[in-house]
């Protein structure tokens, strides 16, 4: 497995093109709303996972991840990281190139699962706030 430095996140924000965002709100003042729109502005396909919206963003709302229908590069969580360890297990049949969990966000038992099944873990670390810092200009203030 690679290491997960700034070489490898790179490397994936460079060649992904389609992030399922898992905890993605429909409320504009979310960060999770700023960071999918953010990523949309930049080339991004956005997957939002939200158990009751239907649209977000302008774009279809997948229940769960078991319902989306389409390869996902990424996955990237927004959700309590008491609650990740499912979404995890979920990703797993997705086969995503990494799977990403926001700042603030940590959760050892999920990163074991993720690392078991051979796919890199990133946590503790906004993807918009690394994009920026790796691919462009200017600082993050959404994730602050």
């Known amino acids: 497995m690679p290491p997960v ?26 960060d999770s709303y700023r960071v ?3 990523l949309l502005e930049h080339g991004y396909e956005i997957i939002p996972v939200h158990p009751r919206a239907s649209e977000i963003l302008g774009q ?5 991840l078991a319902s989306v229908e389409v390869p996902v590069d990424i996955v990237n969580v927004f959700r309590r990281s008491d609650h990740v360890l499912p979404v995890v297990q979920a990703a797993l049949s997705l086969h995503p190139r990494v799977i990403w969990l926001q700042l603030g966000i940590v959760n050892q038992d999920a990163a074991r699962v993720a690392e078991e099944n051979g796919i890199p873990f990133v946590q503790d670390k906004c993807i918009m706030l690394e ?9 993050c203030t959404s994730c602050l």
Do not use: M, W
């Open 5 to 30: 430095d700034d070489a490898f996140l790179h490397r994936v924000l460079s060649e992904s093109k389609t992030i399922a965002v898992v905890g993605l709100s429909p409320n504009p003042e979310r």
């Open 36 to 38: 999918a729109s953010y």
């Open 60 to 64: 279809k709302v997948y229940r769960d």
């Open 131 to 139: 994009h920026k810092r790796l691919l462009g200009a200017g600082t």
